[in-house]
T-cell receptor
Framework: GENVEQHPSTLSVQEGDSAVIKCTYS??????FPWYKQELGKRPQLIID?????GEKKDQRIAVTLNKTAKHFSLHITETQPEDSAVYFC??????????FGQGTILTVHP | DTAVSQTPKYLVTQMGNDKSIKCEQN?????MYWYKQDSKKFLKIMFS???????INETVPNRFSPKSPDKAHLNLHINSLELGDSAVYFC???????????FGDGTRLSIL
């Protein structure tokens, strides 16, 4: 089955810096890669996603890149703000919708 | 209006009891899911239903039984609760397979 590895497990940055979280997946048939943000005690919320026919997608301060050959994808957050502090999860999905999640990255943005 | 709603939000019960968690979505989605998030925050899929039909059934103990009475509802019944069942259970829904999934607020289950 699919296996998703996520790094780093914790990331601490200063407000205004950029943050990058990386994930690798094992099944080359995976074709959908969402990223979720989960604040303490809250539900995971979809922040951006990318499909396998696209190499990069951007939405304001967040962007995702996908390298199908290397089977890795990354989340980039620019101009970080304290409210970006949360746990971020990457995931990979095969066509029938089963999401396999990474282990999560605790992002802390210091004011 | 909450898109994916779960009840109850908290569930505290004794080992050996049977309990149910209910989930409803008002997004008109065809596919619904149950996830378990353990104490280390790891999210793992348990079940998925598409149009009331079971399509994903991960290696979950038989004590867990999902039921989908209609497209908008997916309930989870757990028999003979064990200490290891303590976790947050999230319901989610998506328009169809492989589409963005929207999560409910979760049910925190604590076994005494």
């Amino acid at each position: 089955g699919e296996n998703v590895e996520q790094h780093p497990s914790t990331l601490s940055v200063q407000e205004g810096d950029s943050a990058v979280i990386k994930c690798t997946y094992s099944d080359s048939a995976s074709n959908y890669f969402p990223w979720y943000k989960q604040e303490l005690g809250k539900r995971p919320q979809l922040i951006i996603d990318i499909r396998s026919n696209v190499g990069e997608k951007k939405d304001q301060r967040i962007a995702v890149t996908l390298n199908k050959t290397a089977k890795h994808f990354s989340l980039h957050i620019t101009e970080t703000q304290p409210e970006d502090s949360a746990v971020y999860f990457c995931a990979a999905s095969l066509s029938y919708g089963k999401l396999t999640f990474g282990q999560g990255t605790i992002l802390t943005v210091h004011p | 209006d909450t898109a994916v709603s779960q009840t109850p939000k908290y569930l505290v019960t004794q080992m050996g009891n049977d309990k149910s968690i209910k989930c409803e979505q008002n997004l008109g989605h065809d596919t619904m899911y149950w996830y378990k998030q353990d104490s280390k925050k790891f999210l793992k899929i348990m079940f998925s239903y598409n149009n009331k039909e079971l399509i994903i059934n991960e290696t979950v103990p038989n004590r867990f039984s999902p039921k989908s009475p209609d497209k908008a509802h997916l309930n989870l019944h757990i028999n003979s609760l064990e200490l290891g069942d303590s976790a947050v259970y999230f319901c989610a829904s998506s328009q169809d397979w492989g589409q963005p999934q929207h999560f409910g607020d979760g049910t925190r289950l604590s076994i005494l």
